[in-house]
């Protein structure tokens, strides 16, 4: 019955989401032109993206309409992101995250044209719904006690419960929304499929890392070769390892004494 952590990715997270809600509600109030104008420059419009305003497909999960729809996606967030980013750490997290937010916007404009209409598109829903589908494909047999109701539950039927729902709506007024929903879900279950387990950015940044340490290694190993050149030209025999470390004559290399 605990709350869990607010900490990490998901606190930075939820401060973002509050505080711009907060700061164009203020904004609203007191010049709301420039307040619309933001709005319409953030949120997403299928249109502007095909001119050009990419961020939208990311900013658009920042703005939120109402309070109540505010209240109840932070705290989906607090949740899922907090149990998430325990498990995983704060870089999965904001990728699987992201992921599904631009999944989210994509089958947004996908639907979009397909309809023949331009909506203005608003809310964390992608992001959330990736979130949901992660928790439900990794920790599908977890049970949770469905508060206040004196009943458990796992995880992964509770997710399908979610699905069912959205591909109901699809028939609605809001199937846009809903498709935008199962966009975001199938974005989070591919991103779980297809990404290293530690994430894209952590596998990149070892393969770079992993590249640079091998060229340092191959310079020190070449200066090694002609500094044994140079040296013997001078009439000198100095050695070096495979490694480029220097051998030095004077001690026994089988001599494991030290390692005591």
Known sequence: MNFPDFRGFTRRLILWNVG?????????????????SLTVLLALIPSAVLHGYIWQLLTYSFLHQGILNTAFEMLSLWFLGSFLEANHGSRWLA???????AGAGLAAIALSFAAHYDVVLTGAFGGIFGLLVAFGVLYGDM??????????????YLVAVYMLISIAML???????????????????????LAPRRGFLSSTSERYFGLRNNYYRWKRRRAAKKFEVYMRKQGRDVRFDSEGKYIDPDKD??????MN
Request: avoid cysteine; charge should be positive.
């Open 143 to 156: 049970e949770f006690m469905l508060f206040p109701l004196p009943m458990t539950m796992k995880a992964k």
């Open 95 to 101: 990728e699987i995250y992201f992921v599904s937010v």
């Open 20 to 36: 711009i809600f907060f700061a164009l509600l203020l904004l609203g109030v007191a010049a709301r032109p420039f307040a619309n």
């Open 171 to 193: 028939f609605g007024a809001q199937r846009l929304y809903a498709f935008a929903e199962l966009g975001g879900a199938l974005a989070g279950f591919l991103y779980i499929r």
């Open 253 to 258: 290399p089988n001599d494991r004494r030290w």
